[in-house]
């Protein structure tokens, strides 16, 4: 049975990897400052990581059947959305005031690796 955060993970990674290309070829200019180059890689290098934790939240999900999952997978699709979102838009010249919100979408991934490690605990 696939779970949702399978799924998503598949989608959030092909998206990860297609915007880690479209910007490594395609915004060559629009990222040749420094800054926005660098905002724009610590995006995609998020966004990847947390594809892959969806994908893991899944599987353990799949696993244990433990209700926690539910909330890691919301937590890492919100906070991937907010945290890497929040960067590509400032790298494609969005206002720097998105900066200030990037942190909620961290606090939302941190979570995230909170549920899904009280998904993995032993039962008792």
């Known amino acids: 049975m696939q779970t949702p955060s399978v799924l998503w993970g598949a ?3 092909f998206l990860a990897v297609a915007l880690g290309a479209f910007g490594a070829h395609g ?3 629009v990222l040749a400052e420094g800054e926005r180059a660098e905002w ?3 995006a995609v290098q998020y966004h990847l990581a947390h594809a892959l934790a ?5 599987l353990v999900a799949e696993h244990t059947g433990r209700g926690h999952g539910r909330g890691a997978m919301r937590c890492f699709l919100l906070g991937t ?3 890497s979102g929040t960067l590509y838009a400032m790298a494609l010249g969005g ?3 998105l900066g200030a919100i990037t942190p909620l ?6 979570a995230g690796w909170v ?3 009280l998904a993995t605990r032993p039962r008792s």
Request: aromatic share 10%; glycine share 18%; hydrophobic share 60%.
């Open 115 to 117: 549920l899904l490690g």
């Open 27 to 29: 915004l060559e200019e």
């Open 54 to 58: 969806l994908l893991m939240t899944g």
């Open 95 to 97: 206002p720097r005031w």
């Open 40 to 42: 724009w890689a610590t």
């Open 105 to 110: 979408g961290g606090t939302l991934l941190l």
């Open 81 to 83: 959305a907010i945290f």
């Open 11 to 13: 989608v959030l990674g």
